[in-house]
């Protein structure tokens, strides 16, 4: 046997020797962290197929619901809808309520309707772009049923100049504002969605049509 040969069988026994003291130390140990990921992977698999399956199962729920509504099958629309808000998970709970209010507002519920979006508008768990769209459809609920202060406690936030819901906003401010007879008020907010180079068309043509309108009435613009 060379030196060389020597050297590496002693240096191969010295590396055994190590690794048998590091497993005889540290074995256990070892072998519950590998137990650990592989049942913390299949835990995470097991969760999210569990959650697809929830989320599938609400959304065949919740797309039931509105077929009803579409039906014209209010009450029972109005139940599917709950049974989703109060079993459903994610987003689902909150769009229920929002479609169910709407339900009421279509069955002639104005009183229901707005009370339902106010709570959804009020709910802080709720996404806050949900929200604004509950503070929104009340306001256009109370355009009919309300006075312009009604209108504008929801959705005056909501015309800011930044705000990308500001052209409905302002049109439920507009309407309501022709509608108790401030001329100015409402020329200046139809002014402001016709101006707005990011109004939609027909939200412009529709502004147009009622500076026309007001003009006509004998407000300057």
Do not use: C
């Not at 050297?7 to 137990?35: N, S």
């Not at 009370?115 to 709720?126: C, L, M, R, Y």
């Amino acid at each position: 046997m060379t030196d060389d040969s020597f050297f590496r069988e002693v240096q191969e026994e010295i590396r055994q020797d190590k690794a048998k003291a590091l497993w005889d130390r540290y074995g256990a140990l070892i072998i519950a962290l590998a137990v650990a990921i592989v049942l913390g992977t299949a835990a995470f698999g097991g969760y999210k197929y569990w959650d697809e399956m929830r989320s599938g199962t609400a959304g065949d729920a919740f797309a039931q619901a509105l077929q009803l509504a579409r039906d014209g099958k209010t009450d029972e629309a109005l139940a599917a809808f709950k049974q989703v808000e109060d079993n459903a998970h994610g987003a689902y709970p909150v769009l229920a309520r929002l479609r169910g209010a709407t339900v009421l507002s279509d069955k002639g519920d104005a009183a229901g309707a707005v009370a339902a979006f106010d709570a959804i508008a009020a709910d802080s768990s709720a996404d806050m772009s949900l929200r604004d769209i509950a503070r929104l459809r009340a306001g256009y609920i109370l355009v009919d049923s309300g006075s312009y202060k009604d209108v504008a406690d929801r959705v005056e936030q909501l015309a800011a100049d930044t705000n990308p819901m500001r052209v409905a906003a302002r049109e439920a401010l507009g309407l309501s504002a022709w509608k108790e007879g401030k001329g100015d008020d409402a020329m200046k907010l139809f002014k402001q969605i016709a101006d707005d180079d990011a109004a939609p068309q027909d939200a412009q043509q529709r502004a147009t049509l009622m500076i026309e309108l007001l003009r006509g009435s004998g407000v300057k613009s």
